[in-house]
C-alpha cells in the first residue's frame, strides 16, 4: 500500500511464496502505469507496464492488475525469490496535467525470507 | 550500451556553494527528466526536458535550474545549495511523453552542510 514519509510500508514473505504489492491512486485521468524495482544504492527499474485499457498485463513471473473502479494497481509477483528483496513504486501518467512526466508513490519494501 | 549515466556519484557541499549534475543518455531519447528522492519517499520532479533546448518545471522546482543544449544531455544546476537539498537525485530519460517507460540513472547522493 502507500505510506507518506520516512517508513515505507513492508512486506515480508517466504520464498518460494507468491507476493502482492499494492498501489492507489487518487486521479481519474491516470492512463498509464509503471512498476519499478528499486535495490538498494540504485535506481529504480522498469519491470512492467499497463495502460488504462487493460485490466490486466502479463509478464516473466509478474502480472499487474488494474482496476479503475477503485483506482487500484497492484503487482503480483510469482515464486517470489531473494533476489527480489527491494522497494517496489508504482507511477502513473496523468493525462490531464501539461506536465509530461510520470507520478510515484512513496513505495513498498518487499522483503523475502530465506 | 550505457543507458543513462550520471556524474557525479558523491558530492557534499557547504552551504551557499553551487555545483551541477550532469546527466547523459546514448539510447537518443526525447524526453528527459531529473527527480530527488528523499528518505523513504517517492521521487519528485524537480525539472524536465521534451526535447533539445526545451525545459519545463516539475513539483519542486525552487532551487534549482537545468540545460538542455544538446540532446543526450541535461544539466542539474544548484546556485546556492542549501541543507533542504540533501537528497539522492535521478536523472532518467524516454523516448515519448509519460506515456513511455522511463530509464533511470544510478543516481548522485548529494549533501550539503
Known amino acids: 500500500g502507500e505510506s507518506v514519509g520516512l517508513h515505507l510500508p513492508t512486506l515480508s514473505v517466504q520464498e518460494g511464496d507468491n507476493s502482492i504489492i499494492n498501489c492507489a491512486y487518487s486521479n481519474s485521468a491516470s492512463d498509464y502505469f509503471i512498476w519499478y524495482k528499486q535495490e538498494s544504492g540504485k535506481g529504480p527499474q522498469f519491470i512492467i507496464d499497463i495502460r488504462s485499457n487493460m485490466d490486466k498485463r502479463q509478464g516473466q513471473r509478474v502480472t499487474v492488475l488494474l482496476n479503475k473502479t477503485v483506482k487500484h494497481l497492484s503487482l503480483q509477483i510469482a515464486a517470489t525469490q531473494p533476489g527480489d528483496s527491494a522497494v517496489y513504486f508504482c507511477a502513473e501518467n496523468i493525462r490531464d496535467t501539461g506536465r509530461r512526466a510520470l507520478t510515484f508513490g512513496s513505495g513498498t519494501r518487499l522483503q523475502v525470507q530465506p | 550500451n550505457a543507458g543513462v549515466t550520471q556524474t557525479p556519484k558523491f558530492r557534499v557541499l557547504k552551504t551557499g556553494q553551487s555545483m551541477t549534475l550532469l546527466c547523459a543518455q546514448d539510447?537518443?531519447?526525447?524526453?528527459m527528466y531529473w527527480y530527488r528522492q528523499d528518505p523513504g519517499m517517492g521521487l519528485r520532479l524537480i525539472h524536465y526536458?521534451?526535447?533539445?533546448?526545451?525545459?519545463a518545471k516539475g513539483e519542486v522546482p525552487d532551487g534549482y535550474n537545468v540545460s538542455r543544449l544538446k540532446k543526450q544531455n541535461f544539466l542539474l544546476g544548484l546556485e546556492s545549495a542549501a541543507p533542504s537539498q540533501t537528497s539522492v537525485y535521478f536523472c532518467?530519460?524516454?523516448?515519448?511523453?509519460?506515456?513511455?517507460?522511463?530509464?533511470f540513472g544510478q543516481g548522485t547522493r548529494l549533501t550539503v552542510v
Open positions: 526536458s521534451v526535447g533539445e533546448g526545451t525545459t
Open positions: 539510447m537518443n531519447h526525447e524526453y
Open positions: 532518467a530519460s524516454s523516448y515519448s511523453t509519460g506515456q513511455a517507460k522511463a530509464f
